[in-house]
């Protein structure tokens, strides 16, 4: 049975940081690419960051280069979403997601063959 779960989600102020974790079970992980995605309240997910199975190719959306960095150790079957210099904009459910692929697609959502439940982040100003 596979599982993600999010952990590390919660309020922080405008500026601050926090540091999300996925943990993947019931798969290979360390052949899967990995996904953040994010939901604000009446908009559409959308693709945070990406890493490669390997975690030698990364991607990130442009409303958060400079400020998150995705990260994975294949030992510990965890993705890792650091984010920094967090804005109120930023307040949405985060969800990790895998996929098997290829890293040109790794934007699209339904790329992604499993999710996580999302654990949320409320950045106050």
């Known amino acids: 049975q596979v599982q993600l779960k999010e952990s590390g989600g919660g309020l922080v102020q405008a500026g601050g940081s926090l540091r999300l974790s996925c943990a993947a079970s019931g798969y290979t992980f360390s052949t899967y690419g990995m996904g953040w995605f994010r939901q604000a309240p009446g908009k559409e997910r959308e693709v945070v960051a990406a890493?490669?199975?390997?975690?030698?190719?990364?991607y990130y959306a442009d409303s958060v280069k400079g400020r998150f960095t995705i990260s994975r150790d294949n030992a510990k079957n965890t993705v890792y979403l650091q984010m920094q210099r967090l804005k109120p904009e930023d307040t949405a459910v985060y969800y990790c997601?895998?996929?098997?692929?290829?890293?040109?697609?790794?934007?699209?959502?339904?790329?992604?063959?499993?999710w996580g439940q999302g654990t949320q982040v409320t950045v106050s100003s």
């Open positions: 997601a895998a996929t098997a692929g290829a890293y040109s697609s790794y934007s699209k959502a339904n790329t992604y063959d499993y």
């Open positions: 890493i490669s199975w390997n975690g030698r190719s990364t």
